[in-house]
């Protein structure tokens, strides 16, 4: 899966983890949405990739599809995969995809959350493009 994720991207490097918000989004949901402006470094709303043993080339080439446009996907009944252009970059997306699974379990117990759209998510890539925050950089812009 790795190998697949270096092959078909920009990637420096890639992180998968089984961390467990986003494990469990994944048993319940298709997609993470967009309820914080900080999804903007992963790309917009994360998929969750269907279900397939890991160990395969076809769990490989699911998590590819799930990341076009993305630099995070989520892998359902699994755990998540990010990349970057190094290993702090993916790991601290891993860690901001775990933080924006809890937010979005701790949302959706209240309630239905109200979405950001895409041109909220352009218009947070564009100041952060102004601002400098290389921290916020969507992934396609490293
Ligand atoms: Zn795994």
């Given at each position: 899966?790795h ?16 961390s467990p ?16 402006y900080?999804?903007?470094?992963l790309?917009?709303?994360v998929?969750?990739?269907?279900y ?22 989520i ?7 990010t990349?970057g ?33 895409p ?9 952060v ?9 969507p992934v396609?812009e490293?």
């Amino acid at each position: 899966m790795h190998l697949a994720v270096y092959r078909s991207s920009l990637a420096r490097a890639v992180v998968h983890t089984h961390s467990p918000a986003v494990i469990a989004h994944s048993t319940v949901f298709d997609e993470l949405p967009a309820i914080h402006y900080a999804i903007a470094a992963l790309g917009g709303p994360v998929r969750v990739a269907p279900y397939i043993r890991f160990g395969g080339d076809a769990l490989a080439q699911l998590a590819v599809q799930a990341l076009e446009g993305r630099s995070a996907a989520i892998l359902q009944n699994h755990g998540a995969i990010t990349y970057g252009n190094s290993l702090t970059d993916a790991y601290e997306r891993a860690q901001l995809l775990e933080w924006l699974a809890d937010l979005y379990a701790r949302a959706v117990a209240l309630g239905t959350p109200r979405l950001l759209s895409p041109s909220d998510l352009a218009d947070v890539t564009a100041e952060v493009r102004r601002r400098h925050y290389s921290s916020l950089t969507p992934v396609t812009e490293n």
